[in-house]
């Protein structure tokens, strides 16, 4: 919701991490946040508002000691770190971010009484800096020039995100119809520099700042909204909307700079430091760069496409008790030809305490412009191996080389029923089951990892492990249900209650999967594997409990909160290595406990504690079945000791305070 007449507030809240990490005190991610909004007004429909804002952290950090040899001389000497004793120099947890953001709303009334033309526009611009590593490169790794970096090197990938966007239009009725005619556009630029990195290619020659290039995206969309209520027989209220829209979208790769992915002439080095002959990896470390579209394997793109749609929502009472709505929606695109959808939905009340409602509909998602040309090479951890995997786009000759096939858009259907029930003027519940069918889904493929794909890519001079791509490769089922309670209680001069529970399940199923290609079966790789299954069947919680209590009175308000949240599994892909398979982890349920306090000792002024995660609460750790700790297992070392898959993270307890002022 857009501010207009509402008051202006100046606000600004400090906090940071403050957590027992594995008996270790933690103070880190710092978080400082100020702000300002305030506005002018004539009347409801002629005003001026406007907020600015700066938002920063500092990253967080839980990891543990790597325990390997880090350079060729401990290697040989038989030196060996523990967790306890080893240098931290990795980093996991929350990147560092640096965020201005601006907004303003206005709107202005023209002269005719009620339903004249009311002028409005609002827009925004937000500029972000973040810093973010990779995984550290030790000085005796393929991947490290060690002239450079003869302690090592742990890369970073600084990003800055430009997004701005704006919105004109005009509303208000003519012969009977409320109008709304608006036009909307926006655009979102990620640059990305590595920092503190090396191209192994280039060798000595090889800088350790690099630009690596640009994703772009924009959006153009103007609509045309038409509403008004009729009486069919002087009777039955029909509510009719209809209207129209045209939208292009735009996606753009531009190219880093030529040392950030050219292929150079050197070769890794030996223990003594005399070549050997394996080429040394292309591109900077962590991230190479966009490479230009006139090179081989190149990424950079210039997309383009539009749609244009129209649609119709019908909305009638039949009788005091039995509300219906059908609504339709027509839309043809420029690159994925024309869909029609619809939706139907009634409410029945059966007396004002107890309503039933319920719907059906169809969806439609034609694919993204970024999951259709999108590519990159970045590191992934496989079984505990990193590996450099290549995201193709889809309609690339290497994507097609390895059987990929051109997008198709999602389909789905979607059915829902409820009951809201209010047994107590204070006390409202709702109960709701919802199934969502999608046939054509588009997910990541699994990574195709082995030694016939790595060669494939070694013939064209491109040093990766391995690739993957965009796919529509299954089909999913996904049912659940929504309980959600609110009930106050009035204490009188001892103040006032309200309490809030929630409880959500949801199950995720694949229903089908696309048969592996040739190409690819052929090779021994499998177009979904289990590894991407499980992220969707397995990967987020199947149950989620929320409850609240809020208590105001006088000048204090106090508020505790608990969710719980589900089991979540990740799995590793099939290995003839008994250890391997035995990776596979559960990660218990956990609750996780937030409170804080305020009081108001002015008029306008409010300061504000509080604790997210008051308990400390940590994920399961992952376990360490299979890793050892000497150079070249496929583990971890025992470095990450928490999973990227936990729902609420890893940084632990984070303290803050708030001080509010309103205009």
Do not use: C
């Amino acid at each position: 919701m857009l501010k207009s007449t509402t008051p202006g507030e100046i606000s600004t809240t400090l906090g940071q991490s403050a957590t027992d990490f594995l008996g270790t005190n933690k103070h880190d991610g710092q978080v400082g946040q100020a702000a300002v909004n305030a506005g002018v007004a004539s009347g409801a429909s002629s005003f001026f508002h406007g907020g600015i804002e700066y938002r920063g952290r500092g990253y967080t950090n839980r990891t543990l000691g790597d325990p390997r040899p880090q350079t060729f001389a401990e290697q040989s000497g038989g030196i060996t770190h523990t967790n306890e004793t080893g240098p931290v120099n990795h980093r996991q947890g929350d990147a560092a971010t640096s965020d201005y953001l601006a907004f303003v709303n206005t709107g202005y009334q023209l002269a005719g009484g009620n339903g004249a033309p009311q002028l409005y526009a609002f827009g925004g611009f937000g500029h972000r800096e973040a810093e973010a590593a990779g995984f550290f490169r030790r000085s005796q790794d393929a991947r490290t020039v060690r002239a450079l970096w003869p302690n090592g090197f742990l890369p970073l990938i600084h990003s800055t995100v430009i997004d701005g966007s704006g919105t004109i239009g005009v509303k208000g009725e003519a012969s009977g119809f409320r109008y709304d005619l608006s036009s909307v556009y926006g655009r979102n630029t990620f640059d990305f520099d590595v920092l503190h990195s090396n191209n192994v290619s280039l060798g000595n020659a090889s800088p350790t700042d690099f630009y690596a290039g640009q994703l772009g995206f924009d959006q153009w969309t103007t609509n045309l909204d038409l509403y008004r209520e009729v009486r069919v027989m002087d009777a039955l209220p029909l509510r009719i909307g209809f209207g129209g829209e045209f939208r292009r979208d735009g996606y753009q790769i531009k190219a880093g700079e030529l040392a950030s992915w050219e292929t150079g002439t050197a070769f890794v080095l030996d223990a003594n430091g005399n070549p050997t002959t394996t080429r040394g990896a292309p591109g900077a470390q962590v991230f190479p760069g966009f490479k230009p579209a006139n090179q081989p394997g190149g990424n950079t793109i210039d997309a383009s496409r539009h749609n244009t749609a129209l649609y119709a929502d019908v909305e009638t009472d039949l009788t005091r008790q039995l509300l219906l709505t059908v609504a339709a929606r027509y839309e043809d695109y420029s690159d994925f030809g024309s869909t029609t959808n619809g939706r139907a939905a009634a409410r029945f009340t059966i007396v004002p305490q107890v309503v039933l409602r319920g719907s059906l509909g169809t969806g439609f998602r034609a694919p993204s412009l970024g999951q259709s040309y999108f590519s990159s090479t970045a590191t992934n951890f496989i079984s505990g191996v990193p590996n450099d995997i290549l995201t193709l786009p889809v309609e690339s000759q290497d994507a097609k080389a390895l059987g990929a096939q051109s997008l198709r858009p999602e389909k789905s259907h979607n059915y829902s029923a409820g009951v809201a029930l209010e047994p107590l003027p204070t006390l409202g519940v709702t109960v709701d089951y919802y199934q969502i069918v999608m046939s054509d889904r588009i997910v990541l493929s699994g990574n195709f990892i082995g030694s016939a794909i790595q060669n494939y890519f070694l013939a064209q001079g491109r040093f990766v492990n391995g690739a993957r791509y965009f796919t529509n490769a299954i089909n999913t089922k996904t049912g659940g249900v929504d309980v959600v309670a609110n009930y106050g209680y009035n204490l009188g001069t001892a103040g006032a209650l309200k309490f809030t529970a929630g409880y959500n399940r949801t199950q995720s199923k694949v229903t089908h999967i696309k048969p592996t290609p040739a190409l690819l079966g052929n090779q021994g790789e499998t177009l979904f594997d289990r590894v991407e299954r499980a992220r969707i069947e397995e990967g987020q919680p199947r149950s989620n409990v929320l409850a609240s209590v809020m208590y105001d009175v006088k000048r204090w308000s106090f508020t505790v909160r608990g969710q719980r949240f589900g089991a979540v599994t990740s799995r590793n892909p099939l290995s003839s290595n008994p250890a391997t398979q035995v990776r596979d982890q559960t990660f218990g349920a956990k609750v996780i406990t937030d409170v804080s306090g305020s009081y108001r000792v002015l008029d306008r002024l409010t300061i504000t504690i509080g604790s997210d995660n008051v308990f400390d609460v940590y994920p399961d750790r992952n376990n360490q079945i299979g890793n050892n700790t000497t150079f070249g297992g496929n583990s971890n070392f025992g470095i990450f000791p928490y999973n990227q898959i936990s729902p609420f993270g890893f940084n632990g307890r984070f303290v803050y305070g708030r001080l509010a002022y309103s205009l």
